[in-house]
């Protein structure tokens, strides 16, 4: 079947190796965020949040850093192994706004064993 | 428990056919969103369900797009008059009611597996 991602920023590491992940997000209003990972022919499955209350979050093998001043997000994954293998997608929102999330454009990590 | 679940999978049809496309969120979740993702690009915000009333729905793109959720439960997206360019994968979300303060609770929105349509 299709791939999600074929015409996406593509990150190559090898088994073991630490991931980092970039997204730039467009609304300075935004104060959630919330990274989500991909895989071919699944809907997206959620990773780790963080506020904009906060610079840094880590949950396990993962860490979010938030930077306000320049609107970036990274998602790092330590230790990468072939199941962390997918399309990784940032996503944002204004929590007393639209309950919609706003989506950025994805990276595909492949993981080389 | 159970997640969210969409049916059909997948769905082929004719330029100019009706389709509808089913949701049945988490039991017991009372947001109820739909999504659509091109190839290659992010989920795009189509409509969103607080219980049975479409609280937002900006995100359709046209009069042929429709959804409803009655019961507040399941919801069916129905696209009229299909175009080639609705080729897409439809994905529905849902969340548990938050309140919106900052320092409490997660906006995290759960998703289902998608229902891939393809007009031709």
């Known amino acids: 079947g299709e791939s999600v991602g074929l015409h996406l920023p593509t990150l190559s590491v090898q088994e073991g190796d630490n991931s980092i992940i970039n997204c730039a997000y467009s609304?300075?209003?935004?104060?959630?965020f919330i990274w989500y990972k991909q895989e071919s022919g699944k809907g997206p499955q959620f990773i780790i949040d963080?506020?904009?209350?906060?610079d840094k979050r880590q949950g396990q093998r993962v860490t979010v850093l938030l930077n306000k001043t320049v609107k970036h997000l990274s998602l790092q994954i330590a230790a990468t192994q072939p199941g962390d293998s997918a399309v990784y997608f940032c996503?944002?929102?204004?929590?007393?706004?639209?309950?919609?999330?706003?989506f950025g454009s994805g990276t595909r990590l492949q993981v080389q064993p | 428990g159970a997640g969210v679940s969409q049916t059909p999978s997948n769905k082929v049809t004719e330029k100019g056919k009706y389709v509808e496309l089913r949701c049945d969120p988490i039991?017991?979740?009372?947001?109820l969103y739909w999504y659509r993702q091109s190839l290659g690009q992010g989920p795009e915000f189509l409509i969103y369900?607080?219980?049975?009333?479409?609280?937002?729905d900006s995100g359709l793109p046209n009069d042929r797009f429709f959804a409803v959720r009655p019961e507040g439960s399941v919801s069916t997206l129905k696209i009229q008059r299909t175009e080639r360019g609705d080729s897409a994968v439809y994905l529905c979300?849902?969340?548990?009611?938050?309140?919106?303060?900052?320092?409490?609770?997660?906006?995290?929105?759960?998703f289902g597996p998608g229902t891939r349509l393809t007009v031709t």
């Open positions: 979300a849902s969340s548990p009611f938050v309140p919106r303060t900052l320092n409490s609770g997660t906006y995290e929105q759960y």
């Open positions: 996503a944002e929102r204004v929590i007393t706004g639209r309950r919609a999330l706003t």
């Open positions: 963080i506020r904009s209350n906060m």
């Open positions: 039991s017991g979740h009372t947001a």
């Open positions: 369900f607080q219980g049975t009333g479409a609280a937002d």
């Open positions: 609304n300075s209003a935004s104060d959630y």
